[in-house]
């Protein structure tokens, strides 16, 4: 209490040198100690290139050393793991002898990118010429609430065989009002859906149904099972890539 503290300031005024030396002494060790402990935390969070906060879901993010926010969840595995195609939509031969698996959110700046930059390169260096096929699968964070109609939405419009129209449209869209993330709902999604060149009442009806819910959870689940804790995650033959890597990052996978 303010009646304690002034007692005590007068109890240290009125003490023996000696003992007011002591005081000194106690007070520099401890003040000492917090802040070699505060460094040491420090150096930890530096070292590891990684630490948590929470977003306004108060959802748990990790930010890794590259900046790319992740649900925190188990660590992806290193090495090759089982993962379902599914029925989702592909580019590219079903045959093909590799197959890259696509985890990703319409909303998430990220997978933006990557559909922005690596994934054209993919496309001309390995699908387009029979090596490969590349299939898209959902997995809407939490945090991103236009991801979610976004992912149903593509599942209509592949009803129509439009989805990689839409897919396209969307990011296109987004782009246009910055690199971060938008913010966006079904009714913009329907708009997009349009300039893909659906029919605009088969598409709203579907998306308005909630249709394909199901079909978007599970590849969610699909995807937690296989370790997948952000977006985009591309799984290479079993072989994860995690964030939107270059090119040159899917030329080392073998």
């Known amino acids: 209490t303010l009646e304690e503290s002034t007692e005590l300031k007068t109890s240290f005024s009125q003490g023996t040198p000696a003992q007011r030396a002591g005081f000194d002494k106690s007070a520099l060790l401890v003040a000492g100690s917090i802040l070699l402990a505060s460094f040491v935390v420090s150096a930890a969070i530096l070292s590891s290139g990684k630490f948590s906060f929470k977003n306004a879901s108060d959802t748990p993010i990790a930010v890794q050393g590259d900046g790319q926010p992740t649900v925190d969840a188990p660590q992806v595995p290193t090495g090759p793991v089982d993962v379902s195609a599914d ?7 079903k045959d093909a002898p590799v197959t890259l698996i696509e985890f990703s959110d319409f909303q998430c700046p990220f997978c933006r990118k990557f559909a922005e930059d690596t994934l054209p390169q ?20 939490a945090f991103h ?26 990011y296109a869209e987004q782009a246009k009002q910055g690199s971060g993330t938008v913010q966006f709902t079904a009714d913009d999604v329907k708009k997009w859906a349009v300039k893909a060149g659906v029919n605009a009442t088969k598409f709203n009806q579907c ?17 937690t099972a296989a370790g997948v804790s952000g977006t985009p995650a591309t799984f290479v033959n079993g072989r994860v890539i995690v964030g939107a890597q270059p090119f040159s990052a899917f030329k080392t996978v073998s």
């Open 207 to 223: 998306l308005d149904s909630g249709k394909y819910k199901q079909e978007v959870e599970k590849a969610m689940a699909d995807g």
């Open 145 to 170: 609430p236009g991801a979610v109609p976004a992912a149903q939405g593509a599942e209509c419009a592949k009803e129509q065989g439009k989805f990689w129209e839409l897919h396209d449209i969307m």
């Open 87 to 93: 029925d989702d939509a592909f580019l590219g031969k």
């Open 122 to 141: 993919l496309k001309k260096e390995y699908v387009d010429t029979g090596k490969a096929r590349l299939v898209y699968r959902d997995f809407p964070l």
